[in-house]
């Protein structure tokens, strides 16, 4: 059998020229190009729906500073001047201000309840184990699938026959039960990414489940507190259906409500820079409270995927 001989490799003399050895090729010129065309592309997606979301805005408020005319005669100029009384006569005449301190009553109650109520049950279902621990959890999950139409005339029998129809406290009691599967489904999973070594430490010098709770692990979940508090309030500010439900009372209507009964009650009339300025009214709430914490939201979102 033969066998080939190989030879070593010969040192280069000195001063001889050395070959240069081809490195880690780059990245192709053809894939530079498919990735500057993908980020020009994602960026004016990004750009056509930032338009799409924000013009309306800007029209609308804009709008409730025009005068009727002005709203038809010439809808896309700027206002030749600010009619503040708009807002006056929407506040006043319309009954907004009674709306909005019924709205600021339901949904501060109710936010506050939700909070409370579904971060203590999701710090249980989180940390500790116990028969019938994932039953309760998949619960909560099963009532966030299950469609409030269908529950809207048994519901309305059962506030009836408790008393709390067509009554503050009644309106906050329905909106907590409508908040809390998300509530517990989105703080479980944020609980579970908290140290274990931090409430360890905590029982070792003695202090209590509860104290654990409110003192360490509640503060520690503030940025998960935050971000399902502002979609909660979103939905309970924006909420219709069951107000228009369970509160009929004409005295105890919440923003959604009165907007509606605002625009039916113009019929031919149509005064309609008093309603764009109620639209605005019960619109700043949510835009101040999404942009005073859009940076707690975001790092909620995000730290759920962190370990």
């Known amino acids: 059998m033969k066998t080939t001989d190989t030879h070593a490799p010969v040192p280069a003399e000195p001063g001889a020229p050395v070959a240069k050895t081809d490195g880690p090729a780059g990245p192709a010129p053809k894939e530079k190009k498919e990735g500057a065309v993908l980020n020009a592309f994602s960026h004016g997606i990004l750009i056509l729906w930032a338009i799409m979301v924000v013009m309306p805005l800007v029209w609308a408020v804009m709008t409730s500073f025009k005068d009727d005319s002005s709203i038809f005669g010439s809808p896309w100029s700027l206002p030749d001047k600010l009619h503040f009384d708009n807002w006056s006569r929407a506040w006043t005449e319309a009954n907004m201000s009674d709306y909005f301190l019924n709205t600021l009553l339901v949904v501060g109650g109710s936010l506050i309840g939700t909070l409370v109520l579904g971060s203590m ?69 944020f609980f579970r990414t908290l140290p274990t070594s931090v409430a360890e430490a905590a029982f070792v010098d003695g202090a209590s489940h509860s104290r654990t709770f409110f003192q360490i692990m509640l503060p520690m979940a503030k940025p998960g507190l935050i971000s399902v508090g502002i979609f909660n309030f979103l939905g309970q500010w924006n909420q219709y ?41 019960a619109m700043l709430p949510v835009l101040a409270a999404y942009i005073i914490f859009q940076r707690q939201v975001v790092q909620g979102l995000t730290a759920g995927a962190l370990k």
């Open 121 to 189: 049950a999701a710090y249980v279902l989180a940390r500790f184990d116990f028969p019938g621990n994932r039953f309760i959890y998949y619960l909560f999950i099963g009532g966030m699938s299950f469609p409030i139409m269908l529950a809207l005339v048994p519901l309305f029998y059962v506030v009836n026959n408790m008393g709390l129809l067509n009554t503050i406290h009644g309106l906050i009691l329905v909106y907590i039960a409508y908040s809390l599967p998300f509530t517990v489904f989105f703080l479980t999973a």
């Open 241 to 281: 259906m069951l107000p228009t439900v369970l509160n009929t009372d004409p005295d105890k209507r919440v923003l959604t409500q009165g907007l509606v009964q605002l625009a039916v009650s113009q019929g031919y009339k149509g005064d309609w820079s008093g309603l764009f300025a109620g639209l605005v009214m």
